[in-house]
């Protein structure tokens, strides 16, 4: 019943922005952590970034995006963010949207996650 629908990626050259959004619906959207996942051909999924559960909520970032990404939640739109600054090649991934309902009050552990976007190309060139 839950969906998750990204949108905004895209290509884009090192040095470069690219805000994802994410649109939840068919549950309640407030009593969920949400995140953002991507994955590299031949590599793990990778946690990027992640909210609790209300807008403005505590912020949780992954070590190498950290001070160029920022991840924002509207809970009136049911919608989750990702502002993307300062691309770098190694950004280059499948990015994922996640739904999750683990600790109200930490990061989005990706063994924690109930719902999963399909998922938006991010492909960033130097």
């Known amino acids: 019943q839950v969906q998750l629908e990204e949108s905004g990626g895209g290509f884009v050259q090192a040095g470069g922005s690219l805000r994802l959004s994410c649109t939840f619906s068919g549950g309640t959207f407030g009593s969920y952590q949400m995140g953002w996942f991507r994955q590299a051909p031949g590599k793990d999924r990778e946690f990027v970034a992640s909210t609790t559960r209300r807008s403005g909520g505590t912020l949780y970032y992954g070590d190498s995006v950290k001070g160029r990404f920022t991840i924002s939640r509207d809970n009136a739109k049911a919608t989750v963010y990702l502002q993307m600054n300062s691309l770098k090649p190694e950004d280059t991934a499948v990015y994922y949207c996640?739904?999750?309902?683990?600790?109200?009050?930490?990061?989005?552990?990706?063994?924690?996650?109930?719902?999963w976007g399909q998922g938006t190309q991010v492909t960033v060139s130097s």
């Open positions: 996640a739904a999750g309902a683990g600790s109200p009050f930490s990061v989005l552990d990706k063994s924690s996650v109930k719902y």
